[in-house]
């Protein structure tokens, strides 16, 4: 009988294919016989590895889905046009400065990122816990006039910016978590680990 939390985490590993637990990247070298506790198992995932992901195959405006802690972090390799949404929202921002510590201190600027190409982000809505879908073009959903494209949660309205920043007039109080994380290489990115604390 097909057991449905087999079928789930199966999907799971799939989705999170280019991405790789440290902490079972350190077992491969002196451990070879034993190749399926090599694996970066959930149990690894959840219990909080640092997962390391090879963005260099994120279109320009595409989003990467990876799991860290158990939750969905998101990759966006945002463009130049969707960056330059972020100056002029201002005054519709509840927390346009990230005032409250949403993120590490190394990424509460502008653009909530190490590099403003790049945001890293969990996808979890802060009002309550839904997953926001990603809407990057403008007009995308009706949400009024100026909708800039960014992160919509359907279950209460609520609705980010492509910095993870909350509109004003919505349910969720806070802007989207910045998990910790730093660059490995140009291409490379550790989730869950940095050099400059939070
Ligand atoms: S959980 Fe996102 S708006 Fe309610």
Redesign the pocket.
């Known amino acids: 009988m097909t057991n449905n939390n087999q079928v789930n985490r199966s999907k799971r590993r799939f989705l999170i294919a280019t991405t790789t637990a440290v902490g079972a990247v350190a077992t491969v070298a002196s451990a070879v016989p034993f190749v399926v506790s090599m694996m970066p198992s959930q149990r690894a995932l959840a219990g909080g590895a640092p997962v390391e992901v090879d963005i260099s195959k994120i279109e320009a405006g595409a989003k990467l889905d990876v799991e860290w802690q158990g939750k969905v972090v998101w990759i966006i390799n945002r463009t130049k046009e969707m960056l330059d949404t972020l100056p002029t929202l201002r005054d519709r921002l509840v927390d346009p400065d990230s005032d409250v510590a949403q993120e590490p201190k190394y990424c509460k600027n502008l653009t909530r990122s190490i590099k403003p190409q790049y945001l890293i982000v969990v996808g979890i809505?802060?009002?309550?816990?839904?997953s926001?879908t990603f809407r990057k073009e403008e007009g995308a959903v009706d949400l009024g006039a100026g909708w800039p494209g960014g992160f919509f949660?359907p279950?209460?309205?609520?609705r980010f910016d492509l910095a993870g920043r909350v509109f004003k007039g919505?349910?969720?109080p806070t802007n989207l978590v910045v998990p910790p994380h730093k660059y490995l290489s140009d291409s490379k990115i550790l989730i869950g680990e940095d050099t400059e604390g939070a």
């Open positions: 809505c802060t009002h309550l816990g839904c926001p949660c279950c209460h309205g609520s919505v349910p969720a």
